[in-house]
């Protein structure tokens, strides 16, 4: 599996972006998918995902912020973020959970840039 994230860059206080992480396989197969966020000098945190059930579940300091959505025609999956914050700037990485027979395997895309600054 091949994980394509994109849609990071620069943006003001308050401002949006849109992240899209495209897959070689389909999404849809998938138990699990999501974004993780890495701040430098920090470990990487969950910040949203499509939990095993097919929910979703967002870490506490989204608060409504972001929505995460997926185009299972499209093997794509996008992280819709607004009124970002300074603290948001971080490497934001997209992942999915393939199930091999019994095994399951996390694959991660490469990450893309946010960077929240006036």
């Known amino acids: 599996v091949q994980l394509q994230a994109s849609g990071g860059g620069l943006v003001q206080p308050g401002g949006s972006l849109r992240l899209s992480c495209a897959a070689s396989?389909?999404?849809?197969?998938?138990?699990?998918l999501g974004w993780h966020r890495q701040v430098a000098g920090k470990g990487r945190e969950l910040v949203a995902e499509?939990?095993?059930?097919?929910?979703?579940n967002y870490a506490d300091f989204v608060e409504g912020r972001f929505t995460i959505s997926r185009d299972n025609l499209k093997n794509i999956m996008s992280l819709q973020m607004n009124s970002l914050k300074p603290e948001d700037t971080a490497v934001y990485f997209c992942?999915?959970?393939?199930?091999?027979?019994?095994?399951?395997?996390?694959?991660w895309g490469q990450g893309t840039l946010v960077t929240v600054s006036s």
């Open positions: 396989g389909s999404i849809s197969s998938f138990p699990g």
């Open positions: 992942y999915v959970i393939q199930r091999r027979g019994v095994y399951e395997y996390v694959h």
């Open positions: 499509f939990t095993r059930s097919g929910s979703t």
